[in-house]
């Protein structure tokens, strides 16, 4: 019971610290008189996803690789089959050309990319599945020629509408908004300590595997969840696939290439087939729907929904052994 107790307080010191850290990292955005476009597609959408990163350090330090691996590719495949799936179900969402062209092509291709260097046993027979540190700066090497891309399209479209931001002025002094990102972010670290120690703690009754695709991953999620359903209220809808196309980069390129760089290789040999095959599915999945009408209906978010619960019904049976 002690350890539902803490595993549940790290879950809720996690959460609170996102939404503070975000909120001191808008008002900073808006203190620099950063538009609204590039704060959806860069700092929320990187924001949403330091949990991950946080949960994945802790977690590599620790010495659990199935925590690590199994967060991100949890967190990808909920944040466009669970999280686009339940957003388009609620209200369809337009995908500008311009997203198709130039974003959706870089959250394929480092997915793929993550693919072919999780997968060393495909092109050299009984060698172990690593994502090795040479590995980890091929991955950071793509995410900062994302960043330069996305510099580079944004300073191009700087003319649109859409690149504007009506409301640029801060309440809070710069101080405070600096103050309040640190807090935030103290709390997430806190937070991710207590899930990732209570989680190996539980995994004597359930494993690993199933703890961090399921319960940590949707945790981890949330915040990618309520600041989506925050955008398309305010009908932001391109900062709604930004943010998630945005996160699942970070995610691959960032939460799992940083601690490498740091502490060494990453076995992945837990990684099945299936795990990689839903993961590719996830990322092309957009690509298949969007072009077509430029949006995702209600008749895709279901599809997608049902691809999720069909993957996670797997990963029930395969996490309890039932």
Known sequence: MLIIICFLVGIMLLLAGVKIMLNGLEDIT????ISSLVTGLTVIAFGTSIPELFISLKAFYSGYNDIVIFTTVGSNIINILLILGLLSFVKPLKITNSVIKNVLPLSIISTLLFCILSLDDVFTPYKNNLITKSDALVLILFFMIYIYYMATLIKSRKEEKVFENENLKS???????????ILGF???FVGSIFIVDMAHKMASIITLKFLSLSV?????SMPELITCFYFLKNNNEDL??????GSNIFNICITIALPVIIMGNLNVNALTVVDIVNLVISSLILFLFAPIKQNLSKSEGIIMIIIFMIYYSFVLWEGLGI
């Open 30 to 33: 808006k203190f620099f008189h």
């Open 171 to 181: 309440a809070n002094s710069l101080f405070y908004s600096i103050f309040v990102t």
């Open 186 to 188: 103290a709390m997430i």
């Open 216 to 220: 940590i991953a949707l945790v981890t």
């Open 240 to 245: 709604v696939i930004g943010d998630i196309l």
